[in-house]
């Protein structure tokens, strides 16, 4: 199982940023996926999740209305689109691929997103 992100990096506040993931090693249109982030001392947090077919998201409280989370299961590629980018949006954010029934569980290494001034 391998998982490549890419996208995060520096923003000022109000900007916006793309993230991907493209996995591999796994029946990846079978799982769900999700977008987590990790802050130090702080817990992980699911920031976005998305079915397997791409037609049920949810969201994190503190990112509605601002991030959508996409898939392309012909790419074996989640996204993460962030819009309006705030200093408090400033984590590490993982790639995760979930499906219960199976009892599997597989995590990317994430990406750096920074918003800062």
Request: aromatic share 12%.
């Amino acid at each position: 199982v391998q998982f490549v992100e890419s996208g995060g990096g520096l923003v000022q506040p109000g900007g916006s940023l793309r993230l991907s993931c493209v996995a591999s090693g796994f029946t990846f249109s079978v799982y769900t996926m999700s977008w987590f982030r990790q802050v130090p001392g702080k817990e992980r947090e699911r920031v976005a999740a998305i079915d397997s077919a791409g037609g049920v998201t949810n969201y994190a409280d503190s990112v509605k209305g601002r991030f959508t989370i996409s898939r392309d299961n012909a790419k074996n590629t989640v996204y993460l689109q962030m819009n309006s980018l705030k200093p408090e949006d400033t984590a590490v954010y993982l790639c995760n691929a979930r499906r219960t029934a199976w009892g599997t569980d597989y995590w990317g290494q994430g990406t750096q997103v920074t918003v800062s001034s």
